[in-house]
T-cell receptor
């Protein structure tokens, strides 16, 4: 079985501040890990993914995430938040069957 | 432009009236899937298809049907909709496996009264 836990359903940061969205997973095999972003009234867009190799993964819009096997985590970060980053963010894991399981999402608010 | 197209974007219907939400992709992807999104629950998979004529149940298949007669199309059918199927629905496709990452449609907001 596999699962994803996103800590914090709502996160608020000031414009220019560090963005940190937390994701922990469980998987019986080395997982594939994803972050998706959903802007209002739109579908989900792939931000970045980890499959194998380098554990620090860079994505679009200045986001990056680090796979930490010992902590079973895949937290999403961005050094400086922009107003346009306000959206809902979903972490997802693909385990042994390589089928995706999504977390419940984190709504990011960016304050001026 | 590579995309997944869903129709309609918005739909209000009455309990028991059969409906179909269409989904089409132009990327020649083998894998297609339907999800529903509800507040606080994230995305839950309804059905998926690994290729033409190959479909399987996801986590919440009750009350839904799908078919995959052509590679590009994957319609979602609600034979007798009920109010608990009021939700935001997404179709998605990926190359060969889910692990390659999905391309999502823009969503269909369904209200059943």
């Amino acid at each position: 079985a596999q699962s994803v836990t996103q800590l914090g359903s709502h996160v608020s940061v000031s414009e220019g501040a560090l963005v940190l969205l937390r994701c922990n997973y469980s998987s019986s095999v080395p997982p594939y890990l994803f972050w998706y972003v959903q802007y209002p009234n739109q579908g989900l867009q792939l931000l970045l993914k980890y499959t194998t190799g380098a554990t620090l993964v860079k994505g679009i819009n200045g986001f990056e995430a680090e796979f930490k096997k010992s902590e079973t985590s895949f937290h999403l970060t961005k050094p400086s938040a922009h107003m346009s980053d306000a959206a809902e963010y979903f972490c997802a894991v693909a385990g042994s069957a390589r089928q995706l399981t999504f977390g419940s999402g984190t709504q990011l608010t960016v304050l001026p | 432009e590579a995309q997944v197209t869903q129709n309609p974007r918005y739909l209000i219907t009455v309990t028991g009236k059969k409906l179909t939400v269409t989904c089409s992709q132009n990327m020649n992807h083998e894998y297609m899937s339907w999800y529903r999104q509800d507040p606080g629950l994230g995305l839950r998979q309804i059905y998926y298809s690994m290729n033409v004529e190959v479909t399987d149940k996801g986590d919440v298949p009750e009350g839904y049907k799908v078919s995959r007669k052509e590679k590009r199309n994957f319609p979602l059918i609600l034979e007798s909709p009920s109010p608990n199927q009021t939700s935001l629905y997404f179709c998605a496709s990926s190359f060969r496996t889910e692990a390659n990452g999905y391309t999502f449609g823009s969503g269909t907001r369904l209200t059943v009264v």
